[in-house]
T-cell receptor, first 116, second 118 residues
Framework: EAQVTQNPRYLITVTGKKLTVTCSQN?????MSWYRQDPGLGLRQIYY???????DKGDVPEGYKVSRKEKRNFPLILESPSPNQTSLYFC???????????????FGPGTRLTVL | AQKVTQAQTEISVVEKEDVTLDCVYE???????LFWYKQPPSGELVFLIR??????QNEISGRYSWNFQKSTSSFNFTITASQVVDSAVYFC???????????????FGKGTLLTVNP
């Protein structure tokens, strides 16, 4: 089954304790991205990747890191989480069509993170 | 800059009513893509439809239909004969290459919470 998976689905942690949220897709998609969803602010992009070893900042990258060492995986790293990073996080992936135009982005199930 | 406006924060209807969710977008790009996603209470984001800027044909899929009008920069979504299972937050989104860049991020509207009451 074609899908985007994220782990963990729920996480409660404390300020400053490094954590990684994994994202994996089995659709051979080039493009992957992380979004966070907050009440009143909607969904905002954190980081994106056009392909292996190619990553760049989105709209709200502060406090996050990413890596893209394999095409299927795009982990989100919080080196020193803070309470303002409490949010619902989504990973997404899509094909890049000829001429580099975007295809539909498919989303993982979400990771609900609470930082105390 | 890209922007998506969903002016309706919440809509409440009774089952079997028709309901239209509005979406207005702004972009300077001539090539862009519009999407609708559904977020049910379980929280996942479910893709509903994708439209490119060159295709203004309206689309119908079962009880769902979409009206894309470039002249008014709108991409409205209608649910006919609504059902309780349609209760969800619906997001309209826009994707286009930023001028001088290559990030095909989705710019989302704030969403419309649709409640369908029995």
């Amino acid at each position: 089954e074609a899908q985007v998976t994220q782990n963990p689905r729920y996480l409660i942690t404390v300020t400053g304790k490094k954590l990684t949220v994994t994202c994996s897709q089995n659709m051979n998609h080039e493009y992957m991205s992380w979004y966070r969803q907050d009440p009143g602010l909607g969904l905002r992009q954190i980081y994106y990747s056009m392909n292996v070893e190619v990553t760049d900042k989105g709209d709200v990258p502060e406090g996050y890191k990413v890596s893209r060492k394999e095409k299927r995986n795009f982990p989100l790293i919080l080196e020193s989480p803070s309470p303002n990073q409490t949010s619902l996080y989504f990973c997404a992936s899509s094909l890049l069509l000829p001429g580099i135009s975007p295809d539909t982005q498919y989303f993982g199930p979400g990771t609900r993170l609470t930082v105390l | 800059a890209q922007k998506v406006t969903q002016a309706q924060t919440e809509i409440s209807v009774v089952e079997k009513e028709d309901v239209t969710l509005d979406c207005v977008y702004e972009t300077r790009d001539t090539t862009y893509y519009l999407f609708w996603y559904k977020q049910p209470p379980s929280g996942e984001l479910v893709f509903l439809i994708r439209r490119n800027s060159f295709d203004e044909q309206n689309e119908i899929s079962g009880r769902y239909s979409w009206n894309f009008q470039k002249s008014t920069s709108s991409f409205n979504f209608t649910i006919t004969a609504s059902q309780v299972v349609d209760s969800a937050v619906y997001f309209c989104a826009l994707s286009a290459a930023n001028s001088g860049g290559s990030n095909y991020k989705l710019t989302f509207g704030k969403g419309t919470l649709l409640t369908v009451n029995p």
